[in-house]
């Protein structure tokens, strides 16, 4: 049920017109007829007021919150967008070194802050990054653009799909693993089939998952996604019933245990 269904219901409920809505509300009645029509989505004060006026202990806010999340998943070309503009350039400027930085922090944050908030953090990096790109600069720094961006589409990506996007999470995976390829980064092209595999983990399809985490392995080239990989392999087939996992998880622990100190950077942190 959209937020306007249940705007309309609250407000049948307790017998109120749009306008008496409107009065209790201060937001203009040919508004929230929109709102309750769906030509217009809420923002999240106005979702607050009404669901404070008419006392529906916060479902208005969810549904708020629901609407906003389907219209972006109703658009997965925007990541893909951003992206395709970025390898389409040849140009940057910037402090890469505080860029990098920014993005370590918001991987870091991936457990604890809101999803919808960090997603757009996370977008309006990547525009930032898209702009950068678009100023001269050498191959070096070209690159490390793209690594950026990668580790940016991936977080985007994982947010998204907690969110419940699954096709605009599809669709930033595909964008980011591609980042990764051009960047010649096999971590970020690692992490992109980990999420793959991820995806059709949480979704029951085990021989995909399986099929995924052994192209990922192909690529990743013992890096700390190398070990999340075979973890992942090792998950599917554990739920197909299928033997030789001790042979599998030693060989994930061998790679582990020549990884360098610290085995995992903040960016792999919240892919795990």
């Not at 989505?41 to 629901?66: I, Q, S």
Request: charged letters at 25%; aromatic letters at 6%.
């Amino acid at each position: 049920m959209t937020f306007g269904d249940r705007l309309r219901e609250y407000r049948q409920h307790r017998g109120w017109s749009l306008a008496d809505l409107s009065k209790a509300t201060h937001y203009h009645r040919s508004y929230l007829s929109n709102l309750e029509n769906g030509r217009k989505l809420p923002n999240e004060d106005l979702a607050r007021v009404c669901d404070e006026v008419l006392r529906a202990k916060g479902e208005l806010l969810a549904a708020a919150r629901g609407d906003t999340v389907l219209k972006l998943d109703q658009t997965p070309w925007q990541t893909a967008e951003l992206i395709q503009r970025m390898q389409a350039s040849d140009t940057t400027a910037g402090t890469l070194e505080s860029l990098h930085s920014t993005v370590e922090e918001l991987c870091c944050q991936y457990n604890h802050r809101d999803a919808l908030e960090l997603r757009q953090e996370a977008h309006s990096w990547l525009q930032h990054v898209a702009g950068l790109l678009r100023r001269p600069v050498g191959l070096k720094a070209h690159a490390d653009l793209l690594v950026a961006g990668g580790w940016l589409a991936l977080l985007a990506g994982c947010v998204e799909y907690d969110l419940g996007m699954r096709t605009a999470a599809e669709s930033t995976r595909t964008a980011a693993m591609q980042l990764g390829l051009e960047a010649g980064h096999p971590e970020i092209a690692g992490w992109g089939h980990e999420m793959t595999a991820w995806f059709a983990l949480t979704q029951g399809r085990f021989r995909q998952a399986i099929d995924a985490a052994q192209r990922g392995q192909a690529v990743a080239q013992r890096s700390s996604v190398h070990v999340q990989l075979i973890a992942q392999e090792a998950k599917a087939k554990a739920r197909l019933g299928e033997a030789g996992l001790h042979t599998l998880l030693e060989s994930g622990k061998e790679i582990l245990e020549h990884l360098p100190y610290p085995r995992a950077s903040a960016k792999s942190r919240f892919m795990t």
